[in-house]
Antibody, heavy 119, light 107 residues
């Protein structure tokens, strides 16, 4: 079935780095745009970054611009988020989500991976 | 930056109609989407393109749009509808944005 599975979360010190991965299955990954969305504990959803199906177009939220890098490998059906210079306020559950090309919305979500930034 | 504004909470009795609003300056030009999130779970898309319902979403969920406000309506609310609801849209620069979320309580 259609599925997204995130991995790579964990505990990291402020200023540290982490790389999240999202493995896609059950659909033609290269046909879809993808995004990362996060949710701090007890807070609402925050869109983080978007990448087009080919990887040629990328957008970031202002809160992560210059620190996070989104990428994808269509041959491996995988999405990535490289997170550098992490701050306490980056602590959140990070979801990857699929965007059909005819929508600017997220029709399939992963289960999320927790990132905790703390000394 | 572009913002979407939702009420923090809405309460209704079972069988009644719940209406959750979302306001944003770009909504007349951009579609709105709605998500339901239950505790410990990932969000689920319940309305797309202002008023379309994905397959598998009950008919009691509907959406509408008027000017700078979109509304999610849940008719005949059931206990299982208790959840957080988020609106979402995009601006002309490609940035996706979520509303702050509304906690629906079924009394």
């Amino acid at each position: 079935q259609v599925q997204l599975v995130e991995s790579g979360g964990g505990l990291v010190k402020p200023g540290g780095s982490l790389r999240l991965s999202c493995a896609a299955s059950g659909f033609t990954f290269s046909d879809y745009y993808m995004s990362w969305i996060r949710q701090a504990p007890g807070k609402g959803l925050e869109w983080v970054s978007y990448i087009s199906s080919s990887g040629s177009t990328i957008y970031y939220a202002d809160s992560v611009k210059g620190r996070f890098t989104i990428s994808r490998d269509n041959a491996k059906n995988s999405l990535y988020l490289q997170m550098n210079s992490l701050r306490a306020e980056d602590t959140a559950v990070y979801y990857c989500a699929r965007e059909p090309q005819q929508l600017t919305a997220f029709d399939i979500w992963g289960q999320g991976t927790m990132v905790t930034v703390s000394s | 930056s572009y913002e979407l504004t939702q009420p923090p909470s809405v309460s209704v009795s079972p069988g009644q109609t719940a209406r959750i609003t979302c306001s944003g300056d770009a909504l007349p030009k951009q579609y709105a989407y709605w998500y339901q999130q239950k505790p410990g779970q990932a969000p689920v898309l319940v309305i797309y393109k202002d008023s379309e319902r994905p397959s598998g979403i009950p008919e009691r969920f509907s959406g509408s749009s008027s000017g700078t406000t979109v509304t999610l309506t849940i008719s005949g609310v059931q206990a299982e509808d208790e959840a957080d609801y988020y609106c979402q849209s995009a601006d002309s620069s490609g940035t996706r944005v979520f509303g702050g979320g509304t906690k629906l309580t079924v009394l």
